[in-house]
């Protein structure tokens, strides 16, 4: 095998484009998806049987389809003039970000409402009875002890995104993966390509992973005192 491309600068600086790309989309997508989430969380809580059913069928119906065809019909709707913005082509980007964030906010959703709801219920009846509306008792008092369950799940998703950011591949956005298609595509190295790819993905989602894992054993300490 030959890996000499990776010492040339050229190759390097598509590569690690590529993967600076790949962090960021992860990066947009979990944080406006954590957003976006709380809406169809808000919904699947609702003791309203039609805001409910709008929110359980919008997170049953983006868990229940591939992301690369909702990135695909996403962008087959959303159709923008191409416009470029530091070479970037946001005729494409925008779509793709659309559809990422609409995937993330439906998974993000469940973890938010996971987390709400391993609150005791007791607690939320003992703010009530002590005169807090139900705003409050939900700002003060449910979400913050929702946010320690929440936030080791969020890391996971981050993961999850790292790697489903490939999908943008397909609309010719310059992520990881694409950069890897440029680099194949010249050197005509397919197998060590994609092991030094696998790598890169490797060094990205294997440090999150363990800080997550780390953040979670501290917050378990934080309880037990």
């Avoid at 559809?99 to 709801?117: D, F, K, T």
């Avoid at 005169?131 to 998703?157: C, D, F, H, Y």
Wanted: aromatic share 10%.
């Amino acid at each position: 095998m030959d890996f000499s491309f990776i010492l040339d600068p050229y190759y390097l600086g598509i590569l690690l484009q590529g993967l600076g790309m790949t962090l960021a989309l992860a990066i947009l997508s979990v944080i406006f998806g954590t957003l976006l989430g709380f809406i169809p969380a808000w919904l699947r809580l609702s003791k309203n049987k039609v805001l409910k059913f709008i929110g359980t069928a919008y997170v049953e119906i983006i868990r229940g389809t591939p992301l690369l065809v909702q990135v695909l019909l996403i962008y087959a709707v959303v159709q923008l003039p191409v416009t470029l913005f530091l070479g970037m082509d946001l005729s494409s980007f925008i779509p793709g970000m659309i559809a990422l964030l609409v995937n993330s906010s439906a998974y993000v959703s469940e973890v938010i409402r996971g987390g709400i709801l391993s609150v005791d219920k007791g607690q939320s009846e003992a703010a009530l009875s002590l005169g807090l509306s139900k705003g409050q008792t939900m700002r003060k008092i449910i979400l913050p002890q929702a946010i320690k369950n929440i936030i080791p799940a969020l890391g996971n998703e981050f993961v999850t995104m790292i790697k489903e950011t490939s999908i943008f591949m397909y609309l010719g956005i310059a992520e990881l993966m694409y950069s890897a298609v440029i680099v194949r595509s010249q050197t005509y190295l397919v197998k060590e390509t994609y092991i030094v790819v696998a790598v890169m993905y490797f060094m990205l989602t294997f440090p999150t992973a363990k800080l997550m894992a780390y953040f979670e054993r501290r917050l378990k300490k934080s309880d037990a005192k």
